[in-house]
């Protein structure tokens, strides 16, 4: 079975940096899309960046980008989302998701597999 558990979340204030990451387990991801995805409260889940295993393409949210980088550790089976420059507007739940095979999430495929989040809080 499938499981994606994230960590890394918390307070930070603006300006700063946070790493998020999601350890996969329950199957081999090799050729697997790996995405983070975010829900602000009151606000409708959205995407944020995502991460082709096999190659590691890379696609990102126009809000994040240059300030967000995903990445993965093929080694201990976890993805990572590097982010710099919080701002305010970035807190949310973070979420990691999984699709089989190279898809594309930033262009509204869905994914098959979730985590349970981790809270972002960006202070002004």
Do not use: H
């Not at 994606?4 to 996969?24: F, H, I, K, T």
């Amino acid at each position: 079975q499938v499981q994606l558990v994230e960590s890394g979340g918390g307070l930070v204030q603006a300006g700063g940096s946070l790493r998020l990451s999601c350890a996969a387990s329950g199957r081999t991801f090799s050729s697997d899309t790996m995405g983070w995805f975010r829900q602000a409260t009151g606000k409708e889940r959205e995407f944020v960046a995502a991460l082709w295993w096999s190659g590691s393409i890379t696609f990102y949210a126009d809000s994040v980008k240059g300030r967000f980088t995903i990445s993965r550790d093929n080694a201990k089976n976890t993805v990572y989302l590097q982010m710099n420059s919080l701002k305010p507007e970035d807190t949310a739940v973070y979420y990691c998701a999984t699709s089989k095979g190279l898809k594309r999430p930033d262009l509204g495929y869905g994914m098959d597999y979730w985590g349970k989040g981790t809270l972002v809080t960006v202070s002004s």
